[in-house]
């Protein structure tokens, strides 16, 4: 079972669904594990009768909210081992990072855009993190600028965080944004209407995270979402 961190302040609920979505369809069972501080997957995933924390499933997706760690979560599915491929945590606290033991994940991907909050609120996440780790950079922005990827580095200069060198950037793109909103009120993941840099950086996200799959598998599926 791997373990994959998604971190930073930035809004990335719709991100994870989406690389979950592709994951699926390569028949990798996945669960989602929202521990933010808003619990954005209450609102944008359909859920029966949601109670303070609770498990539902979407487009073949298992998601959890309202979870403090995995011990809690186990033990809500009847102390059931947790029988999945690929366990997806949304994380934009220290608290969870250290809680969900992120620092034995498999991967840790840190989210950003380059607004003050997202970026100065991300790094206060990984500014606890006390033993060297290495992360993989996730930039939201409309063009990709050389000085804000350095802005980044001088902030987390003093943190024991190795920055991988592959980074994966996704546009700032409002008709993206569009074609998200209306995914969020069909209440379906489609890919039809995303920009193809969009879902070429959803490829190259998944691909990171389960090399196996076949590249002709990987396209082939991401077609037909």
Not at 13 to 32: P, R, W
């Amino acid at each position: 079972m791997k373990k994959i961190g998604f971190i930073g302040a930035f809004e990335k609920t719709d991100l994870i669904l989406y690389v979950a979505k592709i994951l699926t369809e390569a028949e990798k069972k996945i669960l989602i594990i929202d521990t933010t501080i808003l619990q954005k997957a209450r609102y944008i995933v359909p859920a029966i009768a949601p109670t303070k924390f609770y498990v539902t499933e979407y487009e073949k997706i298992d998601i959890a909210v309202g979870f403090e760690d995995l011990e809690s979560l186990n033990k809500y599915l009847d102390n059931i081992e947790l029988n999945y491929d690929i366990i997806l945590i949304d994380i934009d606290a220290a608290e969870m990072f250290d809680s969900f033991e992120m620092i034995n994940a498999e991967k840790l991907y840190f989210i950003t855009a380059f607004d003050n909050y997202s970026l100065r609120k991300g790094v206060e996440i990984i500014s606890n993190i006390k033993s060297k780790t290495k992360m993989t950079k996730i930039l939201f922005e409309r063009d990709i600028i050389k000085e804000n990827d350095e802005y980044l580095n001088f902030l987390s200069l003093s943190f024991p965080i190795e920055w991988e060198k592959e980074k994966i950037y996704f546009p700032y793109d409002q008709g993206d944004l569009t074609a998200i909103i209306e995914n969020q009120r069909i209440s379906k993941i489609k890919f039809r209407n995303l920009s193809d840099q969009y879902r070429d950086s959803l490829y190259m996200l998944a691909q990171d995270i389960s090399p196996e799959i076949k590249s002709g598998k990987l396209r082939k599926i991401m077609k037909n979402i």
